[in-house]
């Protein structure tokens, strides 16, 4: 089975393909993956390449608890969490120095809107977020296998046959304890939490905000490949909450698949302090590479950033239009409705 958010194979299939590296005279220089023959050689010897993951933009927003004004900045889509779709945790970096760190500190909800302009497809993304950095992992009930998530607003659908255990659960102000038991045997357990409906209109008396706890189910990547038969079905179930080793594989898997010049830019001056010169003179030697630091030395700036999707907007333009909000309603659970593009 699978436990991929119902919405995710449609972003999936907005995203460019792979990139691969090649050396042409001495450098490496960009080709897409489509272009290439891995059984090429020169000189009789096999090509050297290097695989990347194409750099995607999106819009993200947090608020500035300041002013409590919107913060937009544009950031680089990295994959998922674990490398693995079926988490439905989207991931991107920052720098700890960086104001949206503090922003997210103090307020961890987030819009992001993705636009593929050649398909004419737009995303937009609700929830919040979590940090995973040398010194901090997701907070994390144990029990529930769950991030825990404090006073996050959500949408929540009021009206739904067979879910008014969750839905009661919503309306207490104190620390959430779902009806949903978290002690499967196998992956019938998570298909069982799994439900989409298209229906042709939607009322806005059918959406609540709510401001109760929220929780998300987060799964180790052994289980995520238990679940999904990658592994011998004779194995012994693994854990499914992810261990600290887990977290810090994952840690070091993000920093690892960055490039030398972005790994540059977590060792410089703090964004947005004065420009004095002897910020401008280190600037410079990170730029040219003559510092002297190994590309580690700016690790305890680097920030994995956690994205725990609730609500989803997606809008084909082309053509008529067409339009889904994707809505999660508890756990693995999610609402699906077309509406008036």
Known sequence: MSCVPPWAPAFENCLPAPVEFVPENGAFSAKSSLDLNEEEAVDGAPKKTRTFSASTPFTFCSINPVNNSPQARTCMFRGWLFDNHNTGVMIFTTDRRMQKYSQLKANSQFESCFYFEELKKQFRMQGFIQFLSLDEFPEFDTELNTPAVTIQPVKSFTNLAG??????????????????????????????????TSVSSVSTDDLAVTKEPFNYPVYSPAYLNYISGACDATMQRPSMAPSEADWTNEYYRVWNSQGSKMKSTFRKPAPKTLLTSEARKKIDSITRGVDGSSDDAGLENFTVVLMFVNQVDYYKLDGIGRRWIYTRIQD????????CP
């Open 163 to 196: 879910m008014g255990s969750h839905i009661n659960s919503f309306n207490r102000m104190e620390k959430f304890e779902p009806k949903v038991s978290f002690s499967p045997s196998l992956a019938s357990a998570l298909a069982s939490t799994r439900s989409t």
């Open 332 to 339: 693995d659970d999610w609402k699906e409705q077309e509406v």
